[in-house]
């Protein structure tokens, strides 16, 4: 008697196996298409410690997003020298990251000039028109979106509400870099500012390289500077609690772009929340990966703005803050 398999066995086998073949299948091929997305960031804090909240607060948008560290790898860089930005991003470009993340305007710049495929999100303080970065903020073009405070109008609120808290304020040192790309804008943007409110302007030069910041209080002083306006740059960033220190032993009052700086001590700030930025360019980054083209997005502008001051501060060099202005503060360092 012959035995052997039916053709209506060999049928099932066949099926049976291909059943069998079918999860391993399906099990590599998601091995294969779980690819981990590179996010290149250059923040503007200046280095690890000041970056790390930034970091944190992308991180923690991707998160919200159901990225994990199993999906997603997050490459930051920081520079020692302003014109570093080139062989940063290059750096970055070698690692073939997916998306880069940039907040300083001359690393901005630095990135459009560097690549044209590699998608841009920038997180920004500065007028991307303005500044040349995009002619459109409907609709960017090229490889770069983002989110971008247009500062023209806030540098004049902020010094608004400087002058509230300062009554006496008659003479603003600019503290800054005029080597950097931010500087000339925003000089001028707070110039601009300045008549409206009766304030003399002058500018507090230092080389962010090494920054003689010492000097720079002092020139302020003997030129008659009652108060200080710091126009941030990632490496006078570093300096920021000894720019603070500075400030309170000379009895000036201090303010900037951040809510950060206050925490390091200087006076106030008035801002969008750049944490809050920075999660929000998280969905920016989401949609990329997801095949969205970046010069279609729209740049987004902050609508909230936060006055946060430093009590302490105001203590140390003797002031008593307006109740009327303190009523307006968002938050409030004691």
């Given at each position: 008697?012959?035995?052997?398999?039916?053709?209506?066995?060999?049928?099932?086998?066949?099926?049976?196996?291909?059943?069998?073949?079918?999860?391993?299948?399906?099990?590599?091929?998601?091995?294969?298409?779980?690819?981990?997305?590179?996010?290149?960031?250059?923040?503007?804090?200046?280095?690890?410690?000041?970056?790390?909240?930034?970091?944190?607060?992308?991180?923690?948008?991707?998160?919200?997003?159901?990225?994990?560290?199993?999906?997603?790898?997050?490459?930051?860089?920081?520079?020692?020298?302003?014109?570093?930005?080139?062989?940063?991003?290059?750096?970055?470009?070698?690692?073939?990251?997916?998306?880069?993340?940039?907040?300083?305007?001359?690393?901005?710049?630095?990135?459009?000039?560097?690549?044209?495929?590699?998608?841009?999100?920038?997180?920004?303080?500065?007028?991307?028109?303005?500044?040349?970065?995009?002619?459109?903020?409907?609709?960017?073009?090229?490889?770069?979106?983002?989110?971008?405070?247009?500062?023209?109008?806030?540098?004049?609120?902020?010094?608004?509400?400087?002058?509230?808290?300062?009554?006496?304020?008659?003479?603003?040192?600019?503290?800054?870099?005029?080597?950097?790309?931010?500087?000339?804008?925003?000089?001028?943007?707070?110039?601009?500012?300045?008549?409206?409110?009766?304030?003399?302007?002058?500018?507090?030069?230092?080389?962010?390289?090494?920054?003689?910041?010492?000097?720079?209080?002092?020139?302020?002083?003997?030129?008659?500077?009652?108060?200080?306006?710091?126009?941030?740059?990632?490496?006078?960033?570093?300096?920021?609690?000894?720019?603070?220190?500075?400030?309170?032993?000379?009895?000036?009052?201090?303010?900037?772009?951040s809510s950060e700086y206050v925490e390091a001590g200087f006076l106030m700030s008035y801002a969008a929340d750049i944490?809050?930025q920075y999660r929000r360019a998280a969905t920016y980054v989401d949609k990329i990966l997801k095949g969205a083209n970046?010069?279609?997005?729209?740049?987004?502008?902050?609508?909230?703005?936060?006055?946060?001051?430093?009590?302490?501060?105001?203590?140390?060099?003797?002031?008593?803050?307006?109740?009327?202005?303190?009523?307006?503060?968002?938050?409030?360092?004691?």
């Amino acid at each position: 008697m012959k035995t052997g398999i039916s053709g209506t066995q060999k049928v099932f086998c066949v099926i049976i196996f291909c059943v069998l073949l079918f999860p391993l299948a399906s099990s590599a091929q998601a091995q294969q298409s779980a690819k981990v997305a590179r996010i290149g960031v250059l923040s503007g804090g200046g280095d690890a410690k000041n970056a790390r909240p930034r970091i944190q607060s992308l991180l923690q948008g991707l998160r919200d997003l159901g990225y994990d560290g199993k999906n997603i790898l997050i490459e930051d860089r920081y520079i020692e020298k302003f014109n570093d930005y080139p062989g940063v991003l290059s750096e970055l470009l070698q690692l073939k990251v997916d998306v880069l993340v940039v907040q300083p305007l001359s690393a901005i710049r630095a990135a459009k000039k560097t690549t044209q495929t590699i998608p841009i999100v920038l997180v920004t303080n500065v007028d991307p028109i303005a500044n040349g970065i995009v002619e459109s903020l409907a609709r960017p073009g090229g490889n770069i979106t983002g989110l971008a405070t247009l500062s023209r109008e806030l540098g004049g609120k902020r010094l608004e509400l400087f002058k509230e808290m300062v009554p006496h304020l008659s003479r603003i040192g600019i503290l800054g870099d005029p080597n950097t790309a931010v500087w000339p804008v925003a000089f001028k943007e707070y110039e601009a500012a300045t008549g409206a409110l009766r304030i003399q302007i002058q500018s507090l030069e230092v080389r962010s390289t090494n920054p003689d910041l010492e000097r720079a209080f002092q020139i302020g002083i003997k030129q008659g500077t009652n108060g200080v306006v710091m126009i941030a740059t990632p490496l006078l960033s570093r300096y920021r609690k000894q720019i603070a220190d500075l400030a309170i032993k000379n009895h000036l009052p201090l303010t900037s772009d951040s809510s950060e700086y206050v925490e390091a001590g200087f006076l106030m700030s008035y801002a969008a929340d750049i944490s809050d930025q920075y999660r929000r360019a998280a969905t920016y980054v989401d949609k990329i990966l997801k095949g969205a083209n970046p010069g279609d997005m729209p740049i987004e502008q902050p609508t909230k703005f936060e006055l946060v001051m430093n009590l302490k501060t105001a203590k140390q060099i003797g002031l008593t803050i307006p109740p009327n202005v303190l009523a307006r503060a968002g938050k409030v360092i004691k």
